[in-house]
C-alpha cells in the first residue's frame, strides 16, 4: 500500500508537468485551432534561459535561495513569452488565411530549427541545473515527499488558477473566448485579433518555460532535445483531456503521469509509452472529444 | 522580385558555406607536422560520440587517442608516412556509425578504424569494417559480442564477463550483500550484457536478485522503477548504465530516501556523473579500466602530458583510446605496410605490450585480459579503492 501510495506521489509529480505543458498545446487550439509543435522547444529554451539566468544571477543573488528561484523564473518566462510572440509573428501569422496543413507543417519546421540550433548554440552533450536545495521529508512512517516535488506540484496549481482567472475573468480572457468562439465575429465587434493571438503565443510559451524549469528542478539534466518526448506526452495529454479545455488539459497530464508511474513501476518500463499510447487510443474511440472536450457541431 | 531573387541568392550561398565548414571541421583535427619530414601519410579512421548523450566519454576517448597519435608523429611516425587521424561525430545516436564508418572507409580510405566506447555503437561499425577487411580496435566496447563479429575486430580493454563477475565478487566480500536489485538499460547492449554476467556470478556464488527493473536510455524519471526496487529491501542495487542515466537514476534514489548502496560498471567513470547526481553520488562505487593513482612509470607520465595538454585528468577512456593508438601503430610498424590484412595479422599477434592501461596481450577470441579497477566517489572525486587481477 505503501508502495502504492509513493507511485501516485511519483505520478502526480511527473504529471503535473505534462499538464503546465499541455496547458499551452490547448490554449493555441483553443484560439487557432492547430497544434503548435514548436511549444515542446520552448519548453527546452525555458530550461535553459532558467540555466543561464541561474549562473549570471549567482553574481548578484545567493543561489539557492528562494529569490533567486523567483527571479529565474520569471526570467526564463519573460524571455519564452517574446519567443513565443517572435514565433507566432514570423511564422504563422503569414499563413493564417492557408490552409491548417500549412501551418501544421511549419509548426514542425520551426521545432526541427530551434531543437538543432539549441544543439549548436546550448551545445548537445546534457548539462545539469540545479536551482533549489532538496530535502526529503517523511510522512506516514516511510512515505517520501520530497521539497522539489512540493514545488512542481504547488507552482502547477498556482499557475493554472492564474491560467484560469485570466481566461475567465480579465477582459483579455473575454477576448481570448470570443475569437476561440469565432474569429470573424469577434474582429467584427472589435477585437483586434492579432494582438489576442500574439497574447495567447506568450501566455502558453511563459507557462512552457515554467514547466521547463520544473522539469529541470525535477530531472537536473537538460538538452536541446529534452523537449521532444515530454512534448510528445503533453500533447496527449491535452487530446486526453480534451483539446481546447484548460481543466482537461491538466487532468490530462496527470492521469498520463500516473499512467506512465504505475507500468514502470509494476508492469515494465518497457511497455511504459506503448501503454501511454494505447490508452489515449482507448479514449479517443469512446471520446472523440476528449474527457473534457465539447462536442463541435461542423455547420455547412 | 528581384530582392526576393537576391535574397534566394544570398540564403544558398549561405546555406552553401555552413554546409562545407561544418563538413570539414571534424575532419580537420590532427595537427599537420613541418612538410618535407614525411613521404606521405597514413589515414586513420576513428569515430567517437563527441556530441549528444555520451559526449563525455567520446571526447576522452578522443583526447587520448589524438594525444597518442600526435607523440608518435613527433616520434617520426610510421614506415616513415605521417599519421593523421580522421574523427567522425557520431552524435552518441543508433545509426550514425554505420553512416560515418562507411564514409571513412570509402572516401576517405582510412587503413583502420579506431572507436567506440558504447558497444551498441562499435557492434553497429563492426561488421562493415569485417566486409571492407579494415580491421577495427574498440578501445573500450565490453560487451563479448562485439570482437565475434569477425577476425578483423580487435579490442583492448577486458569485457564483460569479468566485469560482471568483479562487480559479482565485490557485492560479495566488500559490501556483504546478498539480496541485490539490478536496473538495466533496455536500449544499449553493454548494459544488458553487463547485468546477465553479474546477475550469473552472483546466483552461482549464492546471491539473490531481489529485483530486476529496466529503463530505456534517454529517459528522466526512474523514481517508478527505484520505488519498486526500495519495496523489496535489496541490500544493494547494480546498475550497469551510462552516467547521463546513473547521475539522473543516483539522485533520484536518494530524493526518495534509498540508503542502499549503489553500484555499476565502467559506463559510470565521468565527472557528469557528480554534476548530474550532486552529493548523492557520494559513497557509491563501480569498476573500470584504470586510475590516474595507479603508480606505474608509463601511467604516471601520460597522466601528466594529458593534464598539460587538456587541463583535465584522464579517465579510462582517455587512458584506452591512447592505448588503442599506440597497439595500432605498433602493429603498422611490425606488418611493415598499410594493407588491411597484414595489420590483422600483425594486430592478432600483440603480446606483451606495455600501455598506460597495463599489459595487452590479445588473444584468438580478439579480446585482452587485464586487471579491473574498484573507484568510489568521495567529496565529488575518484578514489581508487582496489584493483583485481583476471
Not at chain 1, 481570448?176 to 465575429?185: C, F, K, T
Request: hydrophobic share 45%.
Amino acid at each position: 500500500m505503501l508502495e502504492f501510495l509513493q507511485q501516485l506521489i511519483n505520478g502526480l509529480a511527473l504529471g503535473s508537468i505534462y499538464a503546465l505543458i499541455a496547458l499551452g498545446y490547448t490554449m493555441v487550439y483553443g484560439v487557432l485551432r492547430f497544434i503548435n509543435f514548436a511549444h515542446s522547444d520552448v519548453f527546452m529554451v525555458g530550461a535553459f534561459c532558467g540555466y543561464y539566468a541561474s549562473k549570471v544571477g549567482s553574481r548578484f543573488l545567493a543561489s539557492g535561495t528562494v529569490t533567486a528561484a523567483i527571479v529565474v523564473f520569471l526570467m526564463s518566462m519573460v524571455v519564452c513569452a517574446l519567443l513565443g510572440i517572435l514565433i507566432e509573428r514570423l511564422a504563422y501569422r503569414p499563413l493564417r488565411e492557408r490552409s491548417k496543413l500549412t501551418v501544421l507543417i511549419t509548426a514542425i519546421g520551426v521545432s526541427l530549427l530551434m531543437e538543432f540550433t539549441g544543439q549548436l548554440v546550448f551545445g548537445a552533450d546534457p548539462k545539469s541545473f540545479r536551482l533549489l536545495p532538496s530535502k526529503n521529508l517523511q510522512i506516514f512512517g516511510g512515505l517520501v515527499f520530497n521539497t522539489n516535488q512540493v514545488v512542481v506540484l504547488g507552482v502547477t496549481v498556482l499557475l493554472l488558477v492564474v491560467l484560469q482567472m485570466i481566461v475567465l475573468k480579465t477582459k483579455m480572457g473575454t477576448a481570448m473566448r470570443a475569437v476561440s468562439y469565432n474569429h470573424r465575429a469577434a474582429a467584427l465587434m472589435g477585437i483586434n485579433i492579432d494582438v489576442v493571438i500574439s497574447f495567447t503565443f506568450g501566455l502558453g510559451s511563459a507557462l512552457a518555460a515554467a514547466a521547463g524549469i520544473l522539469y529541470a528542478i525535477s530531472y537536473p539534466s537538460i538538452d536541446p532535445l529534452m523537449g521532444v518526448m515530454p512534448g510528445l506526452k503533453a500533447f496527449v495529454a491535452a487530446v486526453l483531456g480534451g483539446v481546447g479545455s484548460i481543466p482537461g488539459a491538466a487532468i490530462g497530464g496527470v492521469l498520463i503521469g500516473i499512467i506512465e508511474t504505475l507500468v514502470s513501476g509494476y508492469v515494465s518500463s518497457t511497455y511504459r509509452d506503448a501503454i501511454a499510447f494505447g490508452v489515449l487510443i482507448l479514449i479517443l474511440l469512446f471520446k472523440p472529444t476528449g474527457l473534457l472536450g465539447q462536442p463541435t457541431v461542423e455547420k455547412v | 522580385m528581384k530582392t526576393r531573387v537576391q535574397a534566394l541568392c544570398g540564403v544558398t550561398t549561405l546555406i552553401l558555406v555552413t554546409l562545407l565548414l561544418g563538413c570539414n571541421k571534424p575532419a580537420e583535427t590532427s595537427q599537420s607536422n613541418t612538410p618535407g619530414k614525411f613521404q606521405g601519410v597514413i589515414k586513420i579512421g576513428e569515430f567517437a560520440s563527441l556530441t549528444g548523450k555520451e559526449a563525455a566519454f567520446g571526447i576522452s576517448s578522443h583526447n587520448g587517442t589524438q594525444l597518442a597519435i600526435d607523440e608518435l608523429n613527433a616520434a617520426g611516425g610510421a614506415l616513415g608516412k605521417e599519421l593523421k587521424l580522421l574523427t567522425e561525430d557520431d552524435q552518441s545516436k543508433a545509426g550514425e556509425p554505420a553512416t560515418v564508418v562507411r564514409k571513412l572507409i570509402t572516401r576517405e580510405n582510412v587503413i583502420a578504424i579506431l572507436g567506440e566506447v558504447a558497444s551498441s555503437r562499435s557492434l553497429e561499425a563492426a561488421p562493415i569494417c569485417q566486409q571492407n577487411k579494415i580491421p577495427m580496435i574498440s578501445p573500450s566496447s565490453t560487451n563479448p559480442r562485439v570482437t565475434e563479429i569477425g577476425d578483423y575486430i580487435f579490442r583492448v580493454c577486458f569485457i564483460d564477463p569479468f566485469q560482471g563477475t568483479v562487480m559479482a565478487n565485490f557485492a560479495k566480500n566488500t559490501l556483504k550483500a546478498k539480496n541485490i536489485a539490478i536496473l538495466t538499460d533496455v536500449k544499449a547492449d553493454y548494459s544488458m550484457g553487463l547485468a546477465k554476467f553479474f546477475k550469473e556470478r552472483l546466483i552461482a556464488d549464492g546471491g539473490k536478485v531481489v529485483a530486476e527493473q529496466s529503463y530505456s536510455g534517454g529517459d528522466k524519471d526512474f523514481k517508478a522503477q527505484l520505488t519498486s526496487i526500495k519495496a523489496s529491501n535489496p541490500e544493494g542495487l547494480f546498475i550497469p548504465g551510462y552516467y547521463t542515466e546513473v547521475g539522473l537514476i543516483l539522485g533520484q534514489a536518494k530524493e526518495l530516501g534509498i540508503k542502499f548502496p549503489m553500484f555499476g560498471g565502467d559506463g559510470w567513470e565521468s565527472t557528469k556523473l557528480m554534476e548530474i547526481a550532486g552529493p548523492a553520488a557520494e559513497g557509491m562505487y563501480f569498476s573500470t579500466h584504470y586510475s590516474p593513482e595507479l603508480d606505474a612509470p608509463l601511467a604516471k607520465t601520460f597522466v601528466q602530458k594529458y593534464q598539460a595538454k587538456f587541463k583535465e585528468a584522464p579517465d579510462a577512456m582517455a587512458a584506452l583510446g591512447y592505448d588503442s593508438a599506440l597497439i595500432l601503430v605498433e602493429a603498422i610498424k611490425k606488418a611493415g605496410s598499410t594493407e588491411g590484412a597484414k595489420i590483422r595479422d600483425a594486430l592478432a599477434s600483440t603480446k606483451d605490450f606495455v600501455g598506460v592501461t597495463g599489459t595487452t596481450t590479445i588473444d584468438a577470441q580478439r579480446n585482452v585480459s587485464k586487471p579491473a579497477v574498484i573507484l568510489t566517489i568521495k567529496e565529488g572525486k575518484f578514489k581508487y579503492v582496489e584493483t583485481i587481477a583476471p
